[in-house]
């Protein structure tokens, strides 16, 4: 059986990534730092490494926003992972955002997940290598729409009409 040690794996991750992405990148900063934490922890015999979120959520609280523009996010029911997270952070600056349209996927606190074979070769296995803490959305919640959508939400002319219409009552 042929198995690569964590040293193997994550250095020629960098090397691939420094020579698609040059070595100065924010890709590989980003990922030889998470491979000197993971190394620091391995020779701890630490076996997780937990990775904090550094961003205040009450940071925005009370700054003057500099957007004046209406923020609209049109959703539907393929919304999800990244734009899920992308709302997320919308909400949580002092701005007003409206969600329109349907009500979005969900998406779990467990994200990247890692697929190996089984040792009989009859199956794979997948599990998460990262998790979410203190999120305010919860795990497999989708946003619902303030202004819901009903109609054909890939019709792009019906719906851009019927954007404007709302936004010219409801101004």
Not at 58 to 84: M, P, Q, R, W
Not at 134 to 157: A, L, Q
Request: charged share 25%; aromatic share 8%; with cysteine.
């Amino acid at each position: 059986m042929h198995a690569c040690t964590f040293e193997q794996t994550s250095e020629t991750s960098i090397k691939n990534l420094k020579k698609e992405f040059g070595n100065n990148s924010e890709g590989v900063t980003q990922r030889q730092k998470l491979h000197d934490q993971m190394a620091a922890y391995l020779q701890k015999n630490i076996p997780l490494l937990s990775e904090r979120d550094e961003t205040n959520p009450k940071a925005f609280e009370n700054s003057s926003n500099l957007c004046h523009a209406k923020i609209i996010v049109l959703t539907d029911k393929y919304t999800g992972s990244a734009s899920l997270r992308f709302i997320d952070e919308l909400k949580s600056l002092n701005h007003s955002v409206k969600l329109f349209g349907q009500t979005t996927g969900a998406d779990s606190l467990y994200m990247q997940a890692r697929e190996i074979a089984l040792p009989s070769k009859l199956g794979h296995l997948n599990f998460p290598m990262k998790v979410y803490r203190n999120r305010p959305r919860k795990n497999n919640e989708p946003y619902h729409p303030d202004v819901e959508f009903i109609g054909n939400i890939k019709d792009t002319k019906a719906v851009e009409e019927w954007v404007k219409n709302y936004e010219q009552t409801n101004d």
